[in-house]
């Protein structure tokens, strides 16, 4: 008898518990479209049952009917199935750039297991990984800092910054100190930049961030940021763009 009262009160903790479940949320860093690039988004679903799947971005109302302006779409992956979704697919274009996509599950269900990447349109050979953190990951961290490896200014070598800020007073952007040090650790230059919160049309992508600090030529150096007005969640990604096109993806932060 107390085992039968003990199983009941454990399956209604249980059913409790899954009610106040929510859905899971993961975070592509700099997704988007622009000219021959786009995103590529494959979804696995881990379950054996349908799940809706909401990919979507924070995007400031443009007015513009949607289609095909839109900021987001909802794709059923089935049981044990896989989706495939390009950014373009449910992007307006007024939202072309760079985008920190969302991919949101309802109450209670697992997040698919999402691979990212992006890809151009003039050459098979020509992609780069995106990094996928769970947002929760992301908001656990102290990301008021972000520490970028590898930033290059050299021939056919210059690294662009992409940042956007996670919720918080985000929301209408803020200002980060940016910060470059050579291999062995002697600050070079540094400069403050605004960047946008969620609700904007893309992130903030400084192109060349090593030229708009002053460095005419740099290997292997690091890229600071640090928050200096806002809360929330400071997240992004430092690319490498090589002479052949290729691209280097890499996070500010060991998630």
């Not at 044990?80 to 307006?92: D, I, K, N, P, Y």
Request: charged fraction near 15%.
């Amino acid at each position: 008898m107390k085992r039968r009262i003990a199983a009941f009160l454990f399956t209604l903790l249980a059913l409790g518990a899954s009610a106040f479940l929510r859905g899971e949320t993961l975070l592509i860093a700099a997704g988007g479209f622009v000219g021959a690039w786009d995103t590529e988004i494959e979804m696995a679903n881990v379950l054996a049952d349908p799940v809706d799947v909401t990919l979507s971005i924070t995007g400031i109302p443009s007015g513009l009917p949607c289609p095909p302006n839109c900021t987001s779409q909802t794709v059923t992956v089935p049981g044990h199935g896989t989706q495939r979704v390009l950014a373009s697919a449910f992007l307006g274009s007024v939202y072309a750039g760079p985008q920190m996509i969302r991919v949101d599950t309802p109450n209670g269900v697992a997040a698919p297991s999402v691979h990212a990447r992006s890809i151009s349109a003039g050459s098979q050979t020509q992609f780069a990984e995106l990094p996928v953190v769970r947002l929760a990951t992301i908001q656990a961290l102290d990301t008021s800092v972000l520490v970028f490896p590898g930033a290059s200014r050299q021939d056919g070598v210059y690294s662009n910054l992409i940042l956007e800020g996670i919720g918080g007073s985000f929301t209408g952007g803020s200002l980060v100190t940016v910060e470059a040090f050579d291999s062995s650790g002697q600050s070079l230059a540094s400069q403050t930049f605004a960047i946008t919160g969620e609700s904007t049309f893309q992130a903030t992508t400084i192109v060349d961030v090593l030229s708009r600090l002053g460095i005419t030529e740099l290997e292997d150096g690091q890229i600071r940021v640090t928050r200096v007005t806002g809360t929330g969640s400071l997240w992004g990604v430092l690319t490498n763009v090589l002479e052949s096109g290729a691209l280097k993806v890499k996070l500010g932060a060991n998630p």
